[in-house]
């Protein structure tokens, strides 16, 4: 299935090309950003018009999302909405899973975490689990910090999804080895014990709650996964883009941010702190120790960020275009299934990038 997979992405990214060029930023660069109100969920909205978008291109757009089960699709420009679609029998006000999507919720929480002084991502996670949280010689366990898990440069053993004692087995020495990992979860579990709070409540209050979210962490498998309506995924997305900032409120601290959003390590250069990026020259994929060259989404902007989860949850924060997109539902192409990127991240820039062009 993974072959199946990499042969049919490759031709789609060479039948791309590069993206030379970022798109044009939308008319009016003096207008304010906006933020919709906390307990409120009334949103300004912008028009194709004053964007000088094509509205041509909206209907094959829909269309398109439509067929690839789509639950939801929002595109925010500078806060405000310029589409918000539901299909397939969702509702405005119905919940749906991040998947892994939400690892970006845990970063983010491990910033906050680190700016209240609680933790410090380059201490070893040994330090805050105690010794023997893996089945690794102790000290191959030592070498491992939190940044190590933020990276997803651990060096254990990827071949499970379980994260039990028994299934952390040494691979390779941490930092030398990047393999997308469950071991994330971890970080849950420090942040939850050095706060004294559930890692739920420590989120809802230090995160959810200040933005205006809604949404609630739930147990699937292994991992605590997220859930919410598609205007609170956008939000999360609106407060990234304003580089951790809501509204005057500093949430998340933009140093942290920065590096949270940029090249975190030297084996994949399109990840950050559990965060994709776009417009880098070579990237890698889950379950593989192949590098591929050129950008992850050749078609889309260079500055591109992204929060990306199976079964195709999507959020892009596109700075230069001071653009959030947002897309939830099922699996776009069932017959290949991704954990994190797929081909119709590329099939999906092509109708996105036609409104602007």
Request: hydrophobic share 40%; proline share 4%; aromatic share 12%.
């Amino acid at each position: 299935m993974m072959k199946v997979y990499f042969s049919m992405f490759l031709l789609l990214i060479l039948s791309c090309g590069t993206s030379t060029e970022e798109p044009n930023a939308p008319s009016n660069p003096t207008e304010t950003l906006y933020f919709p109100p906390i307990g409120n969920d009334t949103w300004e909205t912008k028009s194709m018009a004053d964007l000088n978008w094509n509205q041509l291109a909206v209907q094959p757009l829909l269309d398109f999302l439509g067929e690839k089960n789509s639950k939801s699709f929002i595109i925010l420009v500078n806060g405000r909405i310029v589409m918000e679609n539901y299909f397939n029998g969702q509702t405005a006000t119905q919940n749906w899973y991040w998947a892994s999507a939400g690892k970006t919720l845990t970063a983010t929480l491990t910033g906050i975490a680190q700016q209240e002084n609680l933790i410090n991502i380059n201490n070893k996670v040994s330090d805050y689990l105690g010794t023997g949280w893996t089945n690794a010689p102790l000290a191959k366990e030592n070498l491992i910090t939190c940044k190590n898990l933020l990276t997803m440069t651990s060096g254990l053993d990827d071949s499970s999804d379980d994260v039990s004692k028994e299934n952390l087995n040494y691979i390779a020495d941490a930092g030398s080895r990047w393999a997308y990992h469950n071991v994330f979860v971890k970080l849950q579990d420090i942040i939850a014990a050095e706060s004294g709070m559930t890692f739920s409540n420590y989120f809802n209050e230090k995160l959810r709650d200040k933005i205006g979210m809604n949404g609630a962490w739930f147990q699937s498998g292994n991992n605590i996964v997220y859930a919410s309506n598609s205007r609170s995924m956008a939000r999360f997305g609106l407060l990234m883009y304003n580089k951790g900032k809501w509204e005057n409120n500093q949430i998340l601290n933009e140093n942290y941010f920065n590096e949270a959003t940029n090249t975190s390590q030297n084996i994949n250069l399109a990840y950050g702190y559990l965060w994709w990026l776009n417009g880098k020259s070579s990237y890698h994929l889950p379950q593989t120790q192949l590098q591929f060259n050129g950008s992850i989404i050749p078609n889309a902007p260079n500055d591109m960020f992204m929060a990306l989860g199976k079964n195709d949850q999507k959020i892009y924060i596109v700075p230069s275009k001071k653009m959030v997109v947002i897309r939830m539902g099922d699996v776009a192409n069932p017959d290949n299934p991704a954990f994190a990127l797929s081909g119709f991240d590329i099939e999906l820039w092509a109708k996105i990038s036609a409104l602007y062009q």
